[in-house]
């Protein structure tokens, strides 16, 4: 962040997510569809109702993966954050870095499933000195940081699993 932070969903490659009737469905972004050609797609439907996640992979137009996971046999929900710096000024500072946060289902067996990951530029704060060291002034991140924790609380709400293997969720349940 220069002096001006501007979020923007332009900045960012997510998931599409949608939440109904008690079903949280989330697919691969029509940019990245797009970008394969549609070779493949995922798509992550939590349905609390029937207990269970179901994970769609779509390979080479034609093979299709589905792997369904109750909620019984998830341990936890793992939240991931990594980052790589992009840009420097002169001292070495950073001045911009591409974010990526990652959503994986932890099962009571220790292997993992990947759900998603929310991928977008992010900011640095560098302020008056930022700028006058070759950082721009307003600076344009995106909006993966929200989505991602957005889609991890309604995670955590549906399944009742917390982000760790002795965490319960409980906030959101009555």
Do not use: C
Request: overall charge neutral; proline content about 2%; hydrophobic content about 45%.
């Amino acid at each position: 962040m220069s002096l001006v932070q501007v979020t923007s969903r332009l900045s960012a490659v997510n998931p599409k997510v949608a939440f109904d009737d008690g079903v949280l469905t989330a697919r691969t972004n029509l940019f990245l569809q797009v970008l394969s050609l549609f070779l493949w797609k995922k798509t992550v439907v939590v349905d609390a109702a029937a207990s269970t996640v179901i994970i769609k992979r779509r390979y080479l137009w034609l093979i299709e993966r589905v792997t369904e996971v109750p909620f019984s046999d998830i341990s936890h929900i793992e939240y991931r954050y990594a980052s790589l710096t992009t840009s420097w000024d002169m001292l070495g500072n950073a001045h911009d870095a591409l974010e990526r946060f990652t959503v994986d289902l932890a099962l009571h067996d220790g292997e993992e499933e990947r759900l998603f990951s929310f991928r977008g530029e992010g900011a640095k704060s560098t302020g008056p000195v930022g700028v006058f060291l070759g950082d721009s002034v307003v600076d344009v991140r995106g909006d993966q940081a929200e989505r991602s924790l957005s889609y991890v609380d309604l995670l955590m709400e549906l399944t009742g699993k917390g982000l760790s293997k002795t965490a319960r969720q409980s906030r959101f349940r009555r």
